[in-house]
Nanobody, 116 residues
Framework: QVQLVESGGGLVQAGGSLRLSCAGSGIIFRYNAVAWYRQAPGKQRELVATITGGGRTNYADSVKSRFTISIDNVKNVLYLQMNSLKPEDTAVYYC??????????WGQGTLVSVSS
């Protein structure tokens, strides 16, 4: 059974940085495409970034050049480095597989709050 546990969120001022982590059990990230999503208050969950097992990455236009998705293959941890944060990045962030492959069991997410 796959379990995903997100961490690393917090309160940060606009322009600051955070690094989110997603620890996986029952899944080996380097053999799978995985993704980060976020859900802002009152909005639908949206795809933020994806990475394939081969290391190919894709980003939502709203985070391109500011966020970096990566995998530590030794630790089997998925990361999301977030720089130049904006108030509109405030959301609960989740890791999972990309659209079309999403696992039913979502983690609890990690809250990112960006103050202006």
């Amino acid at each position: 059974q796959v379990q995903l546990v997100e961490s690393g969120g917090g309160l940060v001022q606009a322009g600051g940085s955070l690094r989110l982590s997603c620890a996986g059990s029952g899944i080996i990230f380097r053999y799978n495409a995985v993704a980060w999503y976020r859900q802002a208050p009152g909005k639908q969950r949206e795809l933020v970034a994806t990475i394939t097992g081969g290391g190919r990455t894709n980003y939502a236009d709203s985070v391109k050049s500011r966020f970096t998705i990566s995998i530590d293959n030794v630790k089997n941890v998925l990361y999301l480095q977030m720089n130049s944060l904006k108030p509109e990045d405030t959301a609960v962030y989740y890791c999972n597989k990309p659209p079309g492959w999403v696992l039913d069991a979502w983690g609890q997410g990690t809250l990112v709050s960006v103050s202006s």
